[in-house]
């Protein structure tokens, strides 16, 4: 093939790599993995390939963003996931952030657009909703699930431990005496729930201590139906002791629905600001947001730089922090 004939998709092909890899290494930016930078370098100089300049800018002018979409925003939690994307990246990249406020509609528009050329991955942290178009996106751009898979595709998805969390959370409380423990979760649809209501089931059950559905409580989060939900818990013959929470909504609508979070014997799973203080601490099971959002920026990078390993899923460990003991008793 002559040098005048050579094209970027003959140098990709020759490569074992997508056009855009190439288009990476010619314009020199980072996250180019160094095998894969040799084998572009080594196919351009068999190729003799000599890049058309005009062409070379648009392809950068077109380079450079990643998305991280979220459910909500204004969750605490999704706005640290958010956070450490943004960090994790540095100067590499612009995140662009998109938030779905639970419309499955501008959930599938805001993908379909941003796949169809404005960012070159996308870090997703999913509706619960089946999303049969996702199939056809994630055969033009790279997609990593962050927090919580997409329901009915194999993609890379980083998660936390949330049935081991959410277990050391109650075998905590029931050490402290308590076998009457309330769980206040979300939806039972949300994947995260799912998952750390089994802890609360898993702990249980090591303990002995058969599950009663009536103090188990799944709905979104609302603090005037949460409220009402846990003056019935008072009103019933055996009351609980203590309480769990399956996120840090659920959490926030407990506190403006009346209940005393600092002083009951509570859990909360996630941390979020403030949480350190209010009452004197609030007792929480903390997920890793700094390390899920790298972990997630490393994949997608992996997968921009085309990747062609095996879809994984990778589990990142919590932390139980008891900020006030006394009251657990």
Not at 58 to 78: H, K, N, Q, W, Y
Request: proline content about 4%; glycine content about 6%; some cysteine.
């Amino acid at each position: 093939m002559s040098a005048e004939r050579a094209k970027m998709e003959d140098v990709a092909r020759l490569a074992g790599v997508s056009a855009k890899t190439v288009s990476r290494v010619l314009n020199q930016e980072a996250y180019v993995a160094t095998d894969t930078r040799e084998r572009v370098l080594a196919a351009m100089r068999e190729l003799s390939y000599r890049p058309n300049p005009a062409a070379q800018g648009l392809r950068r002018s077109t380079s450079g963003s990643i998305a991280f979409v979220c459910e909500d925003i204004s969750e605490p939690f999704a706005a640290q996931l958010a956070l450490s994307v943004e960090r994790s990246v540095g100067d590499r990249y612009v995140v662009i952030v998109a938030s779905m406020l639970g419309d499955v509609k501008r959930e599938r528009e805001t993908l379909e657009s941003l796949a169809a050329g404005h960012v070159d991955g996308i870090v997703l942290s999913p509706t619960p909703a089946s999303k049969g178009y996702l199939a056809r996106l994630l055969r033009s751009t790279p997609v990593v699930c962050l927090d919580r898979p997409a329901r009915g595709h194999e993609t890379d998805v980083v998660l936390s431990d949330n049935v081991g969390g959410m277990a050391s959370a109650v075998r905590h409380l029931i050490a402290a005496g308590h076998d009457r423990i309330a769980y206040l979760g979300d939806a039972e649809e949300v994947f995260t729930q799912k998952e750390r209501l089994e802890g609360y089931r898993s702990a249980l059950r090591e303990a002995g201590i058969e599950l009663d559905l009536s103090l188990v409580y799944q709905h979104a989060p609302d603090s005037q139906r949460i409220g009402k939900h846990l003056s019935w818990f008072r009103q019933i013959r055996r009351p609980p002791t203590a309480y769990v929470s399956g996120n840090s909504l659920t959490t926030l609508a407990m506190i403006h629905a009346g209940f005393d979070a600092a002083s009951d014997a509570f859990v909360a799973f996630d941390d979020f600001p403030l949480a350190d203080v209010f009452g004197g601490g609030i007792n929480v099971v903390a997920q890793d947001a700094e390390a899920l959002g790298a972990e997630a920026v490393h994949t997608l990078m992996r997968r921009i730089d085309n990747d062609a390993a095996p879809v994984k899923a990778t589990r990142i460990g919590t932390r139980l922090l008891i900020r006030n003991s006394s009251s657990l008793r």
